[in-house]
């Protein structure tokens, strides 16, 4: 299993930044690929930045240009800079851990981290 605690949500205006943090536990974080999903009132969860072992990214197209995930393996975290936010940002983010493992990865949760964009 693994620990995830996000950190870093709150309100902001329309057009604000906020970076969001992901700590993570675990000796092997570096093989991790880490995710950032959100969910909006009355919506499913939908996959907002991923970032794998190897440094790549890929975004949904609604935050390409505006968010900007990362990773520090010395510090086991993962972050999301959003910056230029809209109200349609508002949303419970969760960070995601995917753990390659011999008989298939498994994934962990995060508690999740309301983000608040006020118009």
């Known amino acids: 299993q693994v620990q995830l605690v996000e950190s870093g949500g709150g309100l902001v205006q329309c057009g604000g930044s906020l970076r969001l943090s992901c700590a993570a536990s675990?000796?092997?974080?570096?093989?991790?690929?880490m995710s950032w999903y959100r969910q909006a009132p009355g919506k499913e969860r939908e996959l907002v930045a991923d970032?794998?072992?190897?440094?790549?990214?890929n975004y949904t197209d609604s935050v390409k240009g505006r968010f900007t995930i990362s990773r520090e393996n010395a510090k086991n975290t993962v972050y999301l800079q959003m910056n230029s936010l809209k109200p349609e940002d508002t949303a419970v983010y969760y960070c995601k851990a995917r753990i390659p493992r011999p008989w298939g990865p498994y994934d962990g949760w995060g508690q999740g981290t309301q983000v608040t964009v006020s118009s």
């Open positions: 970032i794998s072992s190897g440094y790549g990214t």
């Open positions: 675990g000796s092997i974080f570096r093989f991790y690929a």
